[in-house]
Nanobody
Framework: QVRLVESGGGLVQAGGSLTASCAASGHLFSRCIMGWFRQAPGKERDFVGSIRWSDGDTFLVDSVKGRFTISRDNGKNTVYLQMNSLKPEDTAVYYC?????????????????WGQGTQVTVSS
C-alpha cells in the first residue's frame, strides 16, 4: 500500500516562500508520476505540476511557472514543491498524489494515491 504524508505548509506574506514536502512509503517508485494539486475554498482541485520519478522530468502549469519548482530526493523517497514569490491567489490546500504511470497527467482521477493535504495561506 502506498502512503503519502505532506508537511511544510504555513502562513506567509505575499512575496515569501514555502516548501511543501511529500514523503512516500510503499511500493512505488521506479515507474510513477508524482503530482501536486491545490484546492482553494469553494473551488475545484487544480493541477499544479508533476515529476516523473524515474528521470526527474517535471512539468508546471503556467500560473506557477518561474515561481514554483518540483524536485525529488530518491534516498528519502520525498518529493518537494518549492514555492517562491507567493501570491494571495496561491492560498489553498496543497495535495501530493501518486500514480503508477510514466505518462504525465493533470487529471485528479488518474491518481489513486493522495496525501492528506497541507494548508498554504498567503496574506496580502
Amino acid at each position: 500500500q502506498v502512503r503519502l504524508v505532506e508537511s511544510g505548509g504555513g502562513l506567509v506574506q505575499a512575496g515569501g516562500s514555502l516548501t511543501a514536502s511529500c514523503a512516500a512509503s510503499g511500493h512505488l517508485f521506479s515507474r510513477c508520476i508524482m503530482g501536486w494539486f491545490r484546492q482553494a475554498p469553494g473551488k475545484e482541485r487544480d493541477f499544479v505540476g508533476s515529476i516523473r520519478w524515474s528521470d526527474g522530468d517535471t512539468f508546471l502549469v503556467d500560473s506557477v511557472k518561474g515561481r514554483f519548482t518540483i524536485s525529488r530526493d530518491n534516498g528519502k523517497n520525498t518529493v518537494y514543491l518549492q514555492m517562491n514569490s507567493l501570491k494571495p491567489e496561491d492560498t489553498a490546500v496543497y495535495y501530493c498524489a501518486a500514480a503508477y504511470t510514466i505518462v504525465r497527467s493533470n487529471v485528479p482521477d488518474h491518481y489513486p494515491y493522495w496525501g492528506q493535504g497541507t494548508q498554504v495561506t498567503v496574506s496580502s
